[in-house]
């Protein structure tokens, strides 16, 4: 592994943008790690790790204080836009964003995607409650910010932090519901790791992220609907018939093993493909590619590759949203 600068630089400035999550909520028991709720805010967070002012110089702008279930595209948008005006002005060094962990990879991943400068932009949370014994939110939000001073962090795309890892927002996914080494990078390498008081990265992502993606958002006011369909036994065709009489302008289908199509996901494909709306194979299963096959071109259908359900919507709404038609999405799964 490598590693520079893992001394704290003061002359550099990290601006943290809170949009709320677990890292800002609370339970009525400190042994309570769940049923908990949003009670603070991100100056409350901050409270509890004054040692960041050892770190860098430290700016805060409070976006949004929402449970990340509740954040939505316009959430999304505002979210990217304040990043992107931020990281325009020479004073600042890098971003790191606190954010609940539920919807948190959708989040990095659309900024992996929409972010113009290659300076860090680290985005972090908690799995437990501020009011908890063991509380991982101020550790996280620290070792975030050490991140977003290390040299190896510009360049790379947007990065997520939590329990001492460090990946790339492309590949890394919540696998578990509750603890706290819940975030996994699963069909890639995670970038690095933070021991020893150091932060050390052995990886560079492959996919082209942030300045080299074709995404601008400066005349993007809204986002298309792109709606996730689940793959089932028994499964029919009237969550495909709801997301397109809904306004679907793409439908996510979240398929048994290599993105199979039954029966009736391949009506639905039809209906969709009638009505101009994209339809892309994904997989409910947690690791591994969904290669092309003979259905995509008897469907009109885009392979996800190894994008999972959730992402493969974040980078279908962008496509949709600059106007690209299934070929060009199929390029953009190949590239991002």
Same mark, same amino acid.
């Given at each position: 592994?490598?590693?520079?600068?893992?001394?704290?630089?003061?002359?550099?400035?990290?601006?943290?943008? /809170?949009? /709320?999550?677990?890292?800002?909520?609370?339970?009525?028991?400190?042994?309570?790690?769940?049923?908990?709720?949003?009670?603070?805010?991100?100056?409350?967070?901050? &409270?509890?790790?004054?040692?960041?002012?050892?770190?860098?110089?430290?700016?805060?702008?409070?976006?949004?204080?929402?449970?990340?279930? *509740?954040?939505?595209?316009?959430?999304?948008?505002? !979210?990217?836009?304040?990043?992107?005006?931020? !990281?325009? @002005? #020479? &004073?600042?060094? =890098?971003?790191?964003?606190?954010?609940?962990? @539920?919807?948190?990879?959708?989040?990095?991943? +659309?900024?992996?995607?929409?972010?113009?400068?290659?300076? #860090?932009?680290?985005?972090?949370?908690?799995?437990?409650?501020?009011?908890?014994?063991?509380?991982? /939110? #101020?550790?996280?939000?620290?070792?975030?910010?050490?991140?977003?001073?290390?040299?190896?962090?510009?360049?790379? =795309?947007?990065?997520?932090?939590? @329990?001492?890892?460090?990946?790339?927002?492309?590949?890394?996914?919540?696998?578990?519901?509750?603890?706290?080494?819940?975030?996994?990078?699963? @069909?890639?390498? *995670?970038?690095?790791?933070?021991?020893?008081?150091?932060?050390? +990265?052995?990886?560079?992502?492959?996919?082209?992220?942030?300045?080299?993606?074709?995404?601008?958002?400066?005349? $993007?006011?809204?986002?298309?609907?792109?709606?996730?369909?689940?793959?089932?036994?028994?499964? /029919?065709?009237?969550?495909?018939?709801?997301?397109?009489?809904?306004?679907?302008?793409?439908?996510?289908?979240?398929?048994? =093993?290599?993105?199979?199509?039954?029966?009736?996901?391949?009506?639905?494909? !039809? %209906?969709?493909? *009638?009505?101009? $709306?994209?339809?892309?194979?994904?997989?409910?299963?947690?690791?591994?590619?969904?290669?092309?096959?003979?259905?995509?071109?008897?469907?009109?259908?885009?392979?996800?590759?190894?994008?999972?359900?959730?992402?493969?919507?974040?980078?279908? %709404?962008?496509?949709?949203?600059?106007? %690209?038609?299934?070929?060009?999405?199929?390029?953009?799964?190949?590239?991002?």
């Amino acid at each position: 592994m490598r590693s520079s600068a893992n001394t704290p630089n003061m002359a550099r400035r990290i601006v943290i943008l /809170g949009v /709320g999550g677990t890292i800002a909520a609370s339970a009525s028991s400190a042994t309570k790690t769940h049923d908990y709720e949003l009670t603070g805010t991100l100056d409350t967070v901050l &409270a509890q790790v004054p040692q960041l002012g050892e770190l860098a110089r430290i700016g805060t702008e409070q976006v949004a204080n929402v449970a990340s279930h *509740e954040v939505d595209n316009a959430v999304l948008l505002h !979210l990217a836009k304040r990043v992107n005006e931020h !990281l325009a @002005d #020479p &004073a600042v060094d =890098g971003i790191v964003i606190t954010h609940g962990t @539920d919807t948190l990879e959708e989040t990095a991943y +659309f900024l992996h995607l929409v972010v113009k400068s290659d300076k #860090p932009v680290v985005v972090t949370g908690a799995m437990r409650p501020s009011s908890a014994l063991s509380a991982d /939110g #101020p550790l996280n939000l620290y070792n975030a910010v050490r991140v977003a001073i290390h040299d190896g962090a510009r360049g790379v =795309g947007v990065l997520v932090v939590l @329990d001492e890892r460090v990946a790339s927002a492309r590949d890394v996914t919540k696998t578990h519901t509750s603890a706290t080494d819940a975030f996994r990078a699963l @069909d890639s390498p *995670e970038l690095g790791a933070l021991g020893g008081g150091k932060v050390l +990265f052995a990886a560079s992502p492959l996919r082209k992220h942030t300045r080299d993606t074709c995404f601008d958002l400066q005349a $993007i006011q809204t986002l298309p609907q792109v709606d996730i369909v689940y793959g089932y036994q028994n499964g /029919g065709t009237f969550f495909f018939k709801a997301a397109i009489e809904a306004g679907s302008r793409g439908i996510i289908f979240a398929a048994t =093993g290599n993105g199979s199509l039954s029966e009736a996901a391949k009506a639905g494909a !039809l %209906m969709a493909r *009638e009505r101009g $709306i994209v339809f892309v194979r994904a997989s409910r299963v947690a690791a591994g590619a969904v290669c092309e096959c003979a259905d995509d071109a008897r469907y009109d259908t885009v392979a996800a590759g190894t994008l999972n359900p959730q992402k493969a919507r974040v980078l279908t %709404m962008l496509g949709l949203a600059h106007g %690209m038609d299934t070929s060009a999405l199929r390029h953009a799964f190949e590239s991002y």
